[in-house]
């Protein structure tokens, strides 16, 4: 049996995540935590779990073997080099901290204490970005010289989100730190080291952070990245296209289209394929699933560290105006 703390109901996939450890059979929510007491403990009678006001003492339980964090992004590094001091494996919420330097600190804070930890990258599980990968992996494409991701909503444009959502001190920013960090994860992932990096932020809706956001990113291999998001667009359909030197992929929604020199086809045009990766399982599960029988954790401290690379700059960018040159 694991047994698991919610650490904070901020992140509006906190409940979720509960539902979700709670539909399996062998992992066990025992206490909740959140900076908001009167919201901590009513989730907390909600999951039939203790509630705890003190984070360290919630971390001191020995019926808490991990736990899950899902507290504003600037107090992940504070919470999670709690929670591996203590000896507790880790599961977090993206981003994995507003800075590199914070997440130095927990790295090194889970490499002593050696607890395990998972960041949540969905996307690098569904079977579409899975197929992208395996064509880039495979060369079908040759050279990629493009990666356009696109993910967007009208969360801020009709108001579904929390007021909070747009609060930078808990935050950190708006729509790139929100839906920005899927397509921002998986350039890097697909692509590789990058090189350098600019951005352009609007805010349509006149709150404190931005709604709408594009970077534009150069990697090492000469390949550019356009990753763009959006809380003020409606029924936005997600796309990823790669452009390469011998085959170009589009992938809008559930349409996946696919050419290349390099397929051996009794024809020459535009393919779908009748059969994709099989979609893994979510982050959270393959989490449970590494801790219970002792498998490799996915998506680990080197990608969440990435992912607040690419993060960190593209603010630095935008706020002084610049192209930010990554070491």
Known sequence: MLNVAMLSKWHVH?????RKLQSCGDVRITAVWDEQPNRGSEWAAELGADFEADLDTLLRREDVDGVVVDAPTSMH???MVAAAEAGKHIFTEKAMALTVEECDRIAAAVRKSGVKF??????RTR????????????QVLGDITLLRIRNGHDGALNNWLPEYWYDEKQAGGGAMMDLGCHPMYLASW??????RITSMFHYFTRRAVEDNAQCSIEFANNAVALVETSLVTYRTPSALELYG?????MISDDNVRVISKRLDLPFAGWVSPTQLPKEQPQPIL??????LHDRPMPFGLEDGTKLTE???SAYIAHREHRTVEFK
């Open 14 to 18: 906190a409940a979720d995540y509960a």
């Open 77 to 79: 590094a504070d919470v």
């Open 118 to 123: 998972c960041i949540s990258f969905p996307a």
């Open 127 to 138: 079977s579409h970005q899975l197929f992208a990968k395996q064509l880039i992996d495979d």
């Open 190 to 195: 697909m692509l590789g080291k990058p090189k």
């Open 245 to 249: 030197t011998e085959g170009t992929l």
């Open 286 to 291: 393959q989490w449970v699933d590494a801790l």
């Open 310 to 312: 690419l993060l960190e």
